[in-house]
């Protein structure tokens, strides 16, 4: 059964650039059915969608948040990746990846439902 | 893009029904019928219950229901049970291929 992990670093520096990566197992990232996404969770809140990728390469992120989001591909190595530019202590969360139901809209398709979910990395952002 | 408005909490005694809504506008929940619930266990990942307003993903207990009214949608959990208690969240297609979520509901079983 597919299955997806979250890595990279625990704690990051104020400024710094978070960079994660989510390794998917059991099916391929290539699938023209889904879409891939991070989202994340700050400690004792609610969940935050941070954008989503197509195995294609496009792409979509949160308004507030794409001038510092970066998500890209790798089909050779079944991943996808989060880069999230001048880290402050109010990105520090839980970061999940997820892979997302397809969907078609006025604009094109889009991810929406995530079905699968990585058990999350917690990133602290801290000097 | 605004969050979702979920209560902060709802409790039920075993047995019985409960419903948490999540209202959003016209442009996310009452424009689409994309509207997707998660159940959250303390430390782990969420889990997806139901999506495209009233659909359960399989293996979902079908006491599991969705539904969606104007610019408000709703979990109901009917027969409640131990298990139950968690963090849910609702989450909705908001335009320009974006999501946005709820706060989250605590649910507690009495």
């Known amino acids: 059964q597919l299955q997806l992990q979250e890595s990279g670093p625990g704690l990051v520096k104020p400024s710094e650039t978070l960079s994660l990566t989510c390794t998917v197992s059991g099916g391929s990232i290539s699938s023209s059915s889904y879409y891939w996404g991070w989202i994340r969770q700050p400690p004792g809140k609610g969940l935050e969608w941070i954008g989503s990728i197509y195995y294609s390469g496009s792409t979509y992120y949160k308004p507030s948040l794409k001038s510092r989001v970066t998500i890209s591909v790798d089909t050779s190595k079944n991943q996808f990746s989060l880069k999230l530019s001048s880290m402050t202590a109010a990105d520090t969360a839980v970061y999940y990846c997820g892979r997302q139901m397809k969907r078609w809209g006025q604009s094109g398709s889009y991810g929406d439902a995530s079905d699968i979910w990585g058990q999350g990395t917690m990133v602290t952002v801290s000097s | 893009q605004s969050a979702l408005t979920q209560p902060a909490s709802v409790s039920g005694s075993p047995g019985q029904s409960i419903t948490i809504s999540c209202i959003g506008t016209s442009s996310d929940v009452g424009g689409y019928n994309y509207v997707s619930w998660y159940q959250q266990h303390p430390g782990k990942a969420p889990k997806l219950m139901i999506y495209?307003?009233?659909n359960r993903p399989s293996g979902v207990s079908n006491r599991f229901s969705g539904s969606k009214s104007g610019n408000t949608a709703s979990l109901t959990i009917s027969g409640l049970q131990a298990d139950d208690e968690a963090d849910y969240h609702c989450s909705s297609y908001a335009s320009s291929s974006t999501l946005v979520f709820g706060g989250g509901t605590k649910v507690t079983v009495l």
């Open positions: 495209d307003v009233s």
